[in-house]
């Protein structure tokens, strides 16, 4: 066996002292540190808390105040394209103390014209069932009549056209349902 030689005094003593002083100074330093890197995690953590709140009270603000405006102004789109049947009418009018009846009805059928292409764009639809099945959903009787030409329960005559919005009835068409023709024999 070989002999290991053995470290001198001096190098026994010097790693023992340091060994002993580096806790004491690590174990006082420690704490104080743990302690102000998680009061600046805090700290951190805290100013994003309220920066996170006060994105969420600007998003509400900035929603409520969108839908307000969705509300108010809906139907400026709409409005601006009635503007166009208005002035029909009116130019109708003006010129109604020199035109003829033949012109004055011709103004108005391409006014009615115009006012339906500007529903239709905006996805007002007609409910117009003359000679259709009667539907309660979408028709409202106002009253029975008997007719040769018209199926019973059929749709005979429309007082009032229906009309509908992307689907959603409106206002529903007011008609005349066709009833049975009463026979002619006598014996009812």
Known sequence: MTAEPKPSDAETEAPATSEAQAPETSEAQAPEAALAEVQAKADENWDLYLRAVAELDNVRKRAARDVEN????AL???GRELLAVV???E???AAADNADAVALREGSEATCKLLKTTLERFGIS???PEGEPFDPELHEAISMMPSPSTEPGSVAQVIQ???SL???LLRPARVI???EAPSGDGNG
Request: net charge negative; aromatic share 12%.
């Open 76 to 78: 400026e789109s709409f």
């Open 177 to 179: 349902v066709a009833a």
């Open 166 to 168: 992307n689907g959603r």
């Open 126 to 128: 007609e409910v117009d």
């Open 70 to 73: 969705a509300h108010k102004f």
């Open 87 to 89: 002035d029909s009418l």
């Open 161 to 163: 056209k229906g009309y």
């Open 91 to 93: 130019m109708g009018l």
